[in-house]
């Protein structure tokens, strides 16, 4: 077996690439930056750090963006932060358009001070730990580990039209969608590889996962 990690200099690639290489030392990880790469590979990992429009133009200029659609929708895909806001049509962010996958936006948290009464000390971005509560079952994310803290770092969120997606929320002044899955595909808004034992144990299971 391997797995592609998808390099387009967008990412915590390194720190993806060593985690997977933790709990799955007899598997080649290798960090994929041409299309051929994506498509040589048995499980696709989709990380990403940073601004939407910055991602996808880089994803572009690297002539990546449709090996990413075939993978997504072929083989065990995991996406990672902004890996799972591009799976979406469009950004808030830039007005950014995604790779389209899935019907549905990416919208950004209140602005500074504007949550709800009793919620004013929450920041943007939303940084550190908190709980994902899932909404149904799925073999990497299971409904077992229901209230698992992760680690968090973000200022926008996915809204998907279609609620069937939806795998986990997390409450940050607005419940918000941090997990989706649908086939093949399963996404997360929080970073494993910053997550630990709960973060490495997602990883295990996405590595052990057969569709």
């Not at 041409?34 to 880089?58: I, L, N, S, W, Y």
């Not at 069937?164 to 494993?192: E, I, K, M």
């Amino acid at each position: 077996m391997n797995i592609a990690v998808i390099d387009y200099g967008m990412g915590n690639l390194r720190s993806v690439q060593k985690a997977l290489q933790t709990v799955a030392p007899d598997v080649d990880v290798y960090l994929a930056r041409t299309p051929r790469e994506v498509r040589e590979a048995d499980r696709v990992v989709f990380p990403g750090q940073g601004a939407m429009p910055d991602c996808m133009g880089a994803l572009q200029r690297q002539e990546m963006h449709e090996a990413v659609r075939l993978a997504a929708r072929e083989r065990p895909f995991l996406g990672i932060c902004v890996g799972l806001q591009m799976l979406f049509e469009r950004s808030e962010e830039g007005g950014a358009a995604g790779l389209g996958l899935f019907a549905g936006e990416v919208v950004r948290f209140p602005r500074d001070g504007a949550f709800a009464p009793g919620q004013a000390h929450l920041k943007v971005p939303h940084m550190g730990w908190n709980r994902v509560e899932n909404v149904r079952e799925h073999p990497v994310l299971s409904i077992q580990g229901s209230g698992e803290r992760y680690y968090f770092v973000h200022s926008y969120y996915v809204a998907p039209r279609d609620e069937s997606l939806v795998l986990a929320r997390t409450d940050y002044g607005v419940v918000f969608t941090s997990a989706v899955a649908r086939d093949n595909l399963v996404a997360v808004q929080f970073h494993p590889e910053k997550s630990g034992r709960a973060g490495l144990a997602l990883l295990e299971r996405f590595v052990r996962w057969a569709p």
